[in-house]
T-cell receptor, first 114, second 116 residues
């Protein structure tokens, strides 16, 4: 297993278009997280899955955002009707359930809305 | 609510010298974990070191050590013998136990530049 992978690495889209990002976690990890990071800031939590169940969503996750993790494997994050304020790095991470284990991050998808 | 504060937006250090990156936190959870991550310009977050709130000893991982002062709610990262490859953004993060979500709360980060 080579770690968490995200696709695409970069996405440029026009305002109003829909975009979808994919995350493939480390295979044995039960938990999968999505974070958003704007320039010069730390990542902010968006949502998380334990297996296929989406257990928490941040208030940052407006109704234009939806995430899925079918079958508890890969996950997708879709943004509908993109806005310029959605421009950011979207990071995916996965971890085991144990309290003292670290989360492993992917390289992120950088979204630019023009 | 949980909060992480990193008050140093940028730091410089001479190659081969040690540097301390500050982190203070606030939480009402009785049990929590503290993490440091490195983010190079490529964007990937790289785990460096972990400290549990009930750990008696400060965590160490190679050139990285965590100066954990629970009463002061601080968890400073010490990098010894800095290398040019240490130039990156560094984030302190906290995971609380309440709710058992495992989500991380990050600070604003500190940009470290190592001078040759």
């Amino acid at each position: 297993d080579t770690g968490v992978s995200q696709d695409p690495r970069h996405k440029i889209t026009k305002r109003g278009q829909n975009v979808t990002f994919r995350c493939d976690p480390i295979s044995e990890h039960n938990r999968l997280y999505w974070y958003r990071q704007t320039l010069g800031q730390g990542p902010e939590f968006l949502t998380y899955f334990q297996n296929e169940a989406q257990l928490e969503k941040s208030r940052l996750l407006s109704d234009r955002f939806s995430a899925e993790r079918p079958k508890g494997s890969f996950s997708t994050l879709e943004i509908q009707r993109t806005e310029q304020g959605d421009s950011a790095m979207y990071l995916c991470a996965s971890s085991l359930i144990a309290e003292n284990t670290e989360a492993f991050f992917g390289q992120g998808t950088r979204l630019t809305v023009v | 609510a949980q909060k992480i504060t990193q008050t140093q937006p940028g730091m410089f250090v001479q190659e081969k010298e040690a540097v301390t990156l500050d982190c203070t936190y606030d939480t009402s959870d009785p049990s929590y974990g503290l993490f440091w991550y490195k983010q190079p310009s490529s964007g990937e977050m790289i785990f460096l070191i972990y400290q549990g709130s009930y750990d008696q000893q400060n965590a160490t991982e190679g050139r990285y050590s965590l100066n954990f002062q629970k009463a002061r709610k601080s968890a400073n990262l010490v990098i010894s013998a800095s290398q040019l490859g240490d130039s990156a953004m560094y984030f302190c993060a906290m995971r609380g136990v309440s709710g058992n979500t495992g989500k991380l709360i990050f600070g604003q980060g500190t940009t470290l530049q190592v001078k040759p």
